[in-house]
T-cell receptor
């Protein structure tokens, strides 16, 4: 069964550094998402992406964050200047359509900011 | 503010027993309600998706119910197995323009023991 893959599985970065998290969504999916989960807390929506543009973003997704689909397969989340509070598990997800379709999640990238 | 509340927070049951997890939500405009299973260290996996007009939906030993009038949902697990040990997350989708935005509950952590 096709799956969403994320790399790296664990990223350790110094505060203030830029970090790029990578995702390969399922190939025929059209909608892409990023979520984060701070340790011990619930999953939080960051951003949705369709047709090469952001369709929805949360208040968490400020100017420090950006997303890109640089080619036909990758979907990336960039954090420009990381802060300690950015430490979390970041999940990428994709779906065939937006309404009433399951979102398929990757296994996440654990981001640790030192 | 959109919110999803789940109960109990955690639950321990014996293998072979049944259990029911609860979800209450205040999300508007409501699009659908989803139940996800999240194993430790993995991404969430979709179990069921229910729209406004659906009262019940099954996926193997998992049966979800939805009462859109009272804004409540339940997930019933029949004949539990050790592999059912995981967090079960209730997620409600709100339709905003062309995008859907997911609000996650904090989850119920289920442990199935011998």
């Amino acid at each position: 069964e096709p799956e969403v893959t994320q790399t790296p599985s664990h990223q350790v970065t110094q505060m203030g550094q830029e970090v790029i998290l990578r995702c390969v969504p399922i190939s025929n999916h059209l909608y892409f998402y990023w979520y984060r989960q701070i340790l011990g807390q619930k999953v939080e929506f960051l951003v949705s992406f369709y047709n090469n543009e952001i369709s929805e973003k949360s208040e968490i997704f400020d100017d420090q964050f950006s997303v890109e689909r640089p080619d036909g397969s990758n979907f990336t989340l960039k954090i420009r200047s990381t802060k300690l509070e950015d430490s979390a598990m970041y999940f990428c997800a994709s779906s065939e359509a937006n309404l009433d379709q399951p979102q398929h999640f990757g296994d996440g990238t654990r981001l640790s900011i030192l | 503010k959109n919110q999803v509340e789940q109960s109990p927070q955690s639950l321990i049951i014996l293998e072979g027993k049944n259990c029911t997890l609860q979800c209450n939500y205040t999300v508007s405009p409501f699009s659908n309600l989803r139940w996800y299973k999240q194993d430790t260290g993995r991404g969430p996996v979709s179990l069921t998706i229910m729209t406004f007009s659906e009262n019940t939906k099954s996926n193997g030993r998992y049966t979800a119910t939805l009462d859109a009038d009272t804004k409540q949902s339940s997930l019933h697990i029949t004949a539990s197995q050790l592999s059912d040990s995981a967090s079960y997350i209730c997620v409600v989708s709100a339709m905003t323009g062309t995008a859907s935005k997911l609000t996650f509950g904090t989850g119920t952590r289920l442990q199935v023991t011998l």
